[in-house]
């Protein structure tokens, strides 16, 4: 299939957010409770992460979340989530975003992914370098 990548400004989030909030939804039980979608539609509005879609014959297929962390020493393209159908159909498009990222002043670009992504990104060059450990330490009062 034929499928292109869009970034999707803020301004336009309305026009398509019904569209593609339950693939948001999705991404997120994957967040360890760490995002739920309005989380991450309020991040979008703000521009403090950035909505990607993968747009084929029948509309949008995929989504791709990320974000831009600034280090004190570097700036940083992070890749949050990516869910969708048809990967093998969109996952050339990689390259846009890092080329993106690129413009944006980024000298590199990570994935924060569930295990099964870096058999898939080792084919793009990317590599483990860390691990992500989580450990629920049960609900607790806010501290003030």
Same mark, same amino acid.
């Given at each position: 299939?034929?499928?292109?990548?869009?970034?999707? $400004?803020?301004?336009?989030?309305?026009?398509?957010?019904?569209?593609? *909030?339950?693939?948001?939804?999705?991404?997120?039980?994957?967040?360890?409770? *760490?995002?739920?979608?309005?989380?991450?539609?309020? #991040?979008?509005?703000?521009?403090?992460?950035?909505?990607?879609?993968?747009?084929?014959?029948?509309?949008?297929?995929?989504?791709?979340?990320?974000?831009?962390?600034?280090? $004190?020493?570097?700036?940083?393209?992070?890749?949050? @989530?990516?869910?969708?159908?048809?990967?093998?159909?969109?996952?050339?498009?990689?390259?846009?975003?890092?080329?993106? #990222?690129?413009?944006?002043?980024?000298?590199?670009?990570?994935?924060? @992914?569930? $295990?099964?992504?870096? *058999?898939?990104?080792?084919?793009?060059?990317?590599?483990?370098?860390?691990?992500?450990?989580?450990?629920?330490?049960?609900?607790?009062?806010?501290?003030?």
């Amino acid at each position: 299939m034929n499928t292109a990548i869009v970034g999707i $400004p803020s301004t336009q989030l309305a026009d398509c957010w019904n569209g593609i *909030k339950h693939m948001v939804t999705d991404a997120c039980t994957h967040s360890n409770g *760490k995002y739920e979608a309005i989380d991450i539609l309020h #991040a979008l509005l703000r521009e403090h992460m950035q909505l990607w879609a993968i747009v084929g014959e029948t509309g949008i297929s995929a989504i791709v979340i990320s974000e831009i962390v600034n280090y $004190p020493r570097i700036r940083e393209f992070r890749i949050l @989530a990516t869910t969708g159908e048809g990967m093998s159909d969109w996952l050339h498009h990689l390259a846009a975003l890092e080329n993106w #990222a690129r413009s944006q002043g980024c000298q590199a670009s990570e994935a924060i @992914a569930r $295990p099964g992504w870096e *058999k898939v990104l080792k084919s793009e060059n990317y590599k483990r370098t860390h691990i992500i450990l989580n450990k629920s330490l049960g609900s607790s009062e806010t501290m003030q």
